[in-house]
T-cell receptor, first 112, second 112 residues
Framework: QQQVKQSPQSLIVQKGGISIINCAYE??????FPWYQQFPGKGPALLIA?????SEKKEGRFTISFNKSAKQFSLHIMDSQPGDSATYFC???????????FGQGTTLQVKP | KAGVTQTPRYLIKTRGQQVTLSCSPI?????VSWYQQTPGQGLQFLFE???????NKGNFPGRFSGRQFSNSRSEMNVSTLELGDSALYLC???????????FGSGTRLTVV
C-alpha cells in the first residue's frame, strides 16, 4: 500500500514533442505529490508538485494532472528539449512523516 | 541561498568498517531526511529528523543510524559495512516535513 508505481521505465521523444510519465498510488493518506528531475551525478531536483485538492498544476512547460478517484497522476513536458533528457521520479508523501515514497523512475531521452 | 551540502562526495570503505556521512541543510530548514539510491532498489527512505528527533524510520537494519544537531545539521552512520551498502546516499531538507524537499548531491559510498 506504500508503493508508487511509475511508467514507462524509459521514454524517447523527438524535440518539440510531448513527454508523458504516469504514476499510480494506493495509499489514500498521501497528500503531497512531487516530481523530481535527476541528472547523472546530481541529486534529484524538485520540478513541480501538487496536492490532491487540485486536478492540474502548470509551471512553464511542465504540467501535473491529478486524478484523485483513480489514484493516478502524471507529468506532461510540453515542447520537450534535449536539455530535458534526465531521469524523472514521481513521489508521494503523507502528513508530517517526512517520508517520500518514490516511483522507480523514468529515463527520458529527447532526440534533437 | 546555499543548498543542501553533503560531505564527503565520494568514499571507499572496506567491508566491516563503519562510515559517517554529513549533511548541512538549507538555513532555516528543520526537517532532514536521508535516502539510499541504488540501480536495483531505486530511492529508499532511511529516516527523518525534525528538531533533533527521529520521527520516522525506513526498513533498514539497525546498522544504519543517524542524528540531528541543534543547528539542524545531520549525520548518518553505517556500521559493519557490507558490499550491498554501496550506494548513493542522499540527504534532503525542508521547512516542514509535509512540503517540498530539496536534495543534496549525495555521497557516493563504495564498499570493497
Amino acid at each position: 500500500q506504500q508503493q508508487v508505481k511509475q511508467s514507462p521505465q524509459s521514454l524517447i521523444v523527438q524535440k518539440g514533442g510531448i513527454s508523458i510519465i504516469n504514476c499510480a498510488y494506493e495509499n489514500t493518506a498521501f497528500d503531497y505529490f512531487p516530481w523530481y528531475q535527476q541528472f547523472p551525478g546530481k541529486g534529484p531536483a524538485l520540478l513541480i508538485a501538487i496536492r490532491p485538492d487540485v486536478s492540474e498544476k502548470k509551471e512553464g512547460r511542465f504540467t501535473i494532472s491529478f486524478n484523485k478517484s483513480a489514484k493516478q497522476f502524471s507529468l506532461h513536458i510540453m515542447d520537450s528539449q534535449p536539455g530535458d533528457s534526465a531521469t524523472y521520479f514521481c513521489a508521494a508523501l503523507s502528513g508530517n512523516t517526512g517520508k517520500l515514497i518514490f516511483g522507480q523512475g523514468t529515463t527520458l531521452q529527447v532526440k534533437p | 541561498k546555499a543548498g543542501v551540502t553533503q560531505t564527503p562526495r565520494y568514499l571507499i570503505k572496506t567491508r566491516g568498517q563503519q562510515v559517517t556521512l554529513s549533511c548541512s541543510p538549507i538555513s532555516g530548514h528543520r526537517s532532514v531526511s536521508w535516502y539510499q539510491q541504488t540501480p536495483g532498489q531505486g530511492l529508499q527512505f532511511l529516516f527523518e529528523y525534525f528538531s533533533e528527533t527521529q520521527r520516522n524510520k525506513g526498513n533498514f537494519p539497525g546498522r544504519f543510524s543517524g542524528r540531528q544537531f541543534s543547528n539542524s545539521r545531520s549525520e548518518m552512520n553505517v556500521s559493519t559495512l557490507e558490499l550491498g551498502d554501496s550506494a548513493l546516499y542522499l540527504c534532503a531538507s525542508s521547512l516542514q516535513s509535509n512540503y517540498g524537499y530539496t536534495f543534496g548531491s549525495g555521497t557516493r559510498l563504495t564498499v570493497v
